[in-house]
């Protein structure tokens, strides 16, 4: 059983910056690949960014150049740095692995970019 923590989301306006964290349990978090979904209303959860655990990473189209995925194993943590925020960036942020076929969600964290 893997459960997840996030935190770091809140009210932010327009060019602003946030870091989101989500701690895992486990021993084994190093060997997952982890990943950040956004879910917007209204709308369908969309991958934002995800980490191998060789630190390989990928984007979505619409946060290349403004966001970064990285990864602390020793803490169990995986961060995502958002910089340049729009308000279409404004949604529930999840942090998400697949083991076996089987995904792992955390409880979400709110971000809103607003003026």
């Known amino acids: 059983q893997v459960q997840f923590v996030e935190s770091g989301g809140g009210l932010v306006q327009p060019g602003g910056s946030l870091r989101l964290s989500c701690a895992a349990s486990?021993?084994?978090?190093?060997?997952?690949?982890m990943a950040w979904y956004r879910q917007a209303p209204g709308k369908l959860r969309e991958l934002v960014a995800r980490?191998?655990?060789?630190?390989?990473?990928n984007y979505a189209d619409s946060v290349k150049g403004r966001f970064t995925i990285s990864r602390d194993n020793a803490k169990n943590t995986v961060y995502l740095q958002m910089n340049s925020l729009k308000p279409e960036d404004t949604a529930v942020y999840y942090c998400?692995?697949?083991?076996?076929?089987?995904?792992?969600w955390g409880q979400g964290t709110q971000v809103t970019v607003s003026s």
């Open positions: 998400n692995t697949n083991i076996q076929g089987m995904d792992y």
């Open positions: 486990g021993s084994i978090f190093s060997i997952y690949v």
């Open positions: 980490i191998t655990p060789g630190r390989r990473t």
